[in-house]
């Protein structure tokens, strides 16, 4: 895949997140999700643990997007 | 040139998507601007999708502390920062060994338990900013906030 197919999957994957949060959050709150063609594709507790569940699919984990779906309440100050 | 930045849950974040290219290969990701660090760093788990070897990297000396975790830190350079600008095309940026970026590891198995849990994005810190050249605008009132650079 191109860069500028990559680019292109990610806005609009980053997009469907954003918008979708609420319900996202909902169903996977506190997990790490692996986003691909906007949806879920993966989910886990851990990102090691996902990371082993998408080796296991066979996808390329390079080209998902991956997020943690933290609380909507929750806040982390960097 | 313009690249869009959104304001999500109090955080300065990328809006078009990102691509990291490393040494091995691309991998999609996400960062925040945080004007308040220092330095630009990459996580431990994306520097593991980087296929980063971290045998062959010098640890810095000390220690790093972030939001309650302490990491050892190592400089990197063999890495691009892929953005999507506001008209959709790309512009990379490439850190050199003068200009690395800061890769942060975990000094322990528990260290790395305790802030996978708090999900520490790619942070594009202030000197990427001076480095780099970009301007930032930001009128989170207005929903303006954008880097820019003059090529």
Not at chain 1, 25 to 41: M, P, R, T, Y
Not at chain 2, 74 to 102: C, G, L, M, R, W
Request: proline share 3%.
């Amino acid at each position: 895949m191109t860069n500028i197919q990559l680019l292109t999957g990610s806005i609009a994957n980053l997009r469907w997140f954003n918008e979708s949060y609420p319900e996202i959050e909902q169903k996977f709150k506190g997990k790490f999700v692996a986003i691909k063609d906007e949806q879920i594709l993966e989910n886990s507790t851990s990102f090691d643990l996902l990371m082993e569940k998408l080796e296991k699919k066979g996808e390329n984990s390079d080209e998902l997007l991956i997020k943690r779906v933290s609380p909507m309440n929750e806040i982390t100050i960097f | 040139m313009k690249i869009p930045l959104i304001s999500r849950k109090g955080k300065l974040e990328i809006g078009n998507g990102l691509l990291i290219v490393g040494k091995r290969n691309t991998i999609v990701a996400d960062f925040i601007l945080d004007t308040g660090s220092p330095e630009t760093i990459i996580p431990y788990e994306q520097a593991v999708r980087l296929q980063v070897d971290f045998k062959n990297l010098t640890k810095n000396e000390g220690m790093t502390r972030l939001i309650g975790g302490k990491f050892y830190s190592y400089n990197y350079s063999k890495i691009k920062f892929v953005f999507a600008q506001d008209n959709k095309e790309q512009h990379k940026e490439e850190f050199t060994k003068e200009f690395p970026v800061t890769i942060l590891k975990p000094t322990s198995k528990k260290n790395k338990d305790k802030v996978e849990s708090m999900d520490i994005p790619i942070i594009i810190g202030l000197d990427f900013l001076l480095e780099k050249n970009y301007t930032l605008y930001c009128d989170i009132n207005k929903k303006e906030t954008y880097l820019e650079k003059k090529i």
